[in-house]
């Protein structure tokens, strides 16, 4: 049913075989054997701790995650916990997190559901709507445990129903207090109009609300999410670093559209922005993987209850925790830019943040390891992105 990464093992695993699609090209132009680690070429911040088979990393952070509550937050976020340091937690429940009091609520729910002695940090967000006021924003950065402000315009995402229906119109008092604090805004960059077509949504977003919100306030530090297009490449290459950066999920380097149809309907393949074609793939690729310090790590893993995703109106969301680190590693492994890879997962982002870097590690084994086909928890099934496949960078504590 998926596409398989089980056949660029380099290891005799191999268990199936690709012969068309978009992974299929990726593999076939710069397969692990035939560029073989061609990543350590010049290596000097990732240490390879035995021949070429480890990378020892600064354990990486995730700069977009959704948690959910409940049921679903116990059973996800051991997995979060499990390889990063730190996440920046998207606030798009039912009902949004929109005030100080319910962040400090959520976080305190995400801390019961880590496992003990975890020492993952959730930072949490707020959920900008019309009407966020200026004292709301104080009372977050003094709280202590906000770290950033999210913009959904309304309609555009999962839970987005209450989000912003005119930026420019209704919340200049509130972004000009986010700059007083130096708070960043996070944004799911697209348009809402339904006379755009959806794979133009995330361009004519980049024109109509962020390239005039970063020239009207230059100060205000911005992270365009998830972001799947060469328009956000040049743009975000455009801006000043430091004040602007963007977020990159595993799907959208190594997925492009024709995986959503790929002998039939793959609903687990649909997340917002929805996946691409190829060419945007690639200038994705060329961006993260150029060592640009405006990248970072967020995986936008998004679970949904399978019913939910397997149904006539399918949810948008991949749920990629589990393997999020294992794609990003091949993604660089095959650029050549394994030399890159730990700046991209564990370095760009605290330091756009302005927060410290992690001082623990953990390893990436090259060796062959299979996704699970779901994860069970009391309400349901969530299946993972690539369920039941094979990877080749299995990550650990070190
Ligand atoms: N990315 C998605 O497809 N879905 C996210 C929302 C979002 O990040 O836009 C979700 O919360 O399910
Ligand atoms: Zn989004
Ligand atoms: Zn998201």
Redesign the pocket.
């Given at each position: 049913m998926y596409t398989l990464f089980g056949s660029l093992l380099t290891c005799g695993a191999m268990i199936g075989s690709i012969t068309s699609g978009p992974i299929a090209d990726f593999i076939g132009r710069k397969g692990p054997s035939a560029v073989p680690f061609a990543g350590l070429k010049g290596f000097n911040q990732v240490k390879v701790t035995s021949a070429k088979m480890e990378l020892s990393i600064t354990r990486p952070d995730d700069w977009h995650l959704?948690l959910r509550d409940g049921n679903l937050l116990e059973m996800v976020v051991p997995h979060s916990a499990q390889h990063f340091g730190r996440a920046i937690v998207?606030p798009?429940l039912k009902p949004p997190i929109t005030t100080t009091a319910a962040a400090v609520a959520y976080r305190e729910s995400i801390l019961k559901g880590l496992p003990a002695n975890s020492d993952f940090t959730p930072l949490m967000t707020l959920y900008l709507t019309d009407s966020t006021s200026p004292t709301e924003i104080k009372l977050a950065r003094e709280s202590g445990v906000i770290y950033a402000v999210k913009l959904y315009p309304a309609g555009a995402?999962?839970?987005s129903q209450d989000g912003v229906t005119d930026l420019f119109g209704k919340c200049l008092p509130v972004l000009e207090e986010m700059i007083k604090h130096n708070m960043p805004l996070l944004v799911?960059g697209e348009v809402t109009n339904p006379e755009v077509d959806i794979f133009d949504r995330e361009k004519v977003f980049i024109e109509t609300v962020l390239r005039p919100l970063v020239q009207k306030y230059p100060q205000l530090k911005v992270v365009m999410e998830?972001i799947t297009t060469m328009d956000a490449v040049k743009f975000i290459e455009s801006c000043t670093e430091g004040s602007i950066a963007a977020t990159v999920t595993p799907q959208h380097l190594v997925l492009n559209r024709n995986s959503l149809f790929q002998g039939g309907l793959q609903p687990h393949n649909y997340?917002?922005p929805v996946l691409k074609r190829e060419i945007h793939r690639q200038a994705i690729v060329s961006a993260v993987t150029s060592g640009s310090k405006q990248y970072f790590l967020g995986t936008?893993s998004?679970p949904?209850e399978r019913q939910k995703k397997e149904c006539s109106c399918g949810?948008?969301?991949i749920y990629n925790a589990p393997v999020a680190l294992s794609i990003y590693a091949k993604v660089f492994e095959e650029a050549g830019a394994l030399d890159k890879l730990e700046a991209f997962t564990s370095f760009n982002g605290p330091d756009f943040y302005g927060l410290p870097r992690n001082t623990s590690k953990i390893k990436l084994r090259k060796t062959p390891w299979r996704v699970p086909e779901s994860f069970s928890y009391a309400a349901g099934h969530i299946v993972p992105m690539f369920a039941g496949e094979m990877l080749d960078w299995l990550p650990s504590d070190v």
């Amino acid at each position: 049913m998926y596409t398989l990464f089980g056949s660029l093992l380099t290891c005799g695993a191999m268990i199936g075989s690709i012969t068309s699609g978009p992974i299929a090209d990726f593999i076939g132009r710069k397969g692990p054997s035939a560029v073989p680690f061609a990543g350590l070429k010049g290596f000097n911040q990732v240490k390879v701790t035995s021949a070429k088979m480890e990378l020892s990393i600064t354990r990486p952070d995730d700069w977009h995650l959704h948690l959910r509550d409940g049921n679903l937050l116990e059973m996800v976020v051991p997995h979060s916990a499990q390889h990063f340091g730190r996440a920046i937690v998207m606030p798009n429940l039912k009902p949004p997190i929109t005030t100080t009091a319910a962040a400090v609520a959520y976080r305190e729910s995400i801390l019961k559901g880590l496992p003990a002695n975890s020492d993952f940090t959730p930072l949490m967000t707020l959920y900008l709507t019309d009407s966020t006021s200026p004292t709301e924003i104080k009372l977050a950065r003094e709280s202590g445990v906000i770290y950033a402000v999210k913009l959904y315009p309304a309609g555009a995402t999962t839970n987005s129903q209450d989000g912003v229906t005119d930026l420019f119109g209704k919340c200049l008092p509130v972004l000009e207090e986010m700059i007083k604090h130096n708070m960043p805004l996070l944004v799911h960059g697209e348009v809402t109009n339904p006379e755009v077509d959806i794979f133009d949504r995330e361009k004519v977003f980049i024109e109509t609300v962020l390239r005039p919100l970063v020239q009207k306030y230059p100060q205000l530090k911005v992270v365009m999410e998830h972001i799947t297009t060469m328009d956000a490449v040049k743009f975000i290459e455009s801006c000043t670093e430091g004040s602007i950066a963007a977020t990159v999920t595993p799907q959208h380097l190594v997925l492009n559209r024709n995986s959503l149809f790929q002998g039939g309907l793959q609903p687990h393949n649909y997340c917002l922005p929805v996946l691409k074609r190829e060419i945007h793939r690639q200038a994705i690729v060329s961006a993260v993987t150029s060592g640009s310090k405006q990248y970072f790590l967020g995986t936008d893993s998004a679970p949904h209850e399978r019913q939910k995703k397997e149904c006539s109106c399918g949810c948008a969301g991949i749920y990629n925790a589990p393997v999020a680190l294992s794609i990003y590693a091949k993604v660089f492994e095959e650029a050549g830019a394994l030399d890159k890879l730990e700046a991209f997962t564990s370095f760009n982002g605290p330091d756009f943040y302005g927060l410290p870097r992690n001082t623990s590690k953990i390893k990436l084994r090259k060796t062959p390891w299979r996704v699970p086909e779901s994860f069970s928890y009391a309400a349901g099934h969530i299946v993972p992105m690539f369920a039941g496949e094979m990877l080749d960078w299995l990550p650990s504590d070190v």
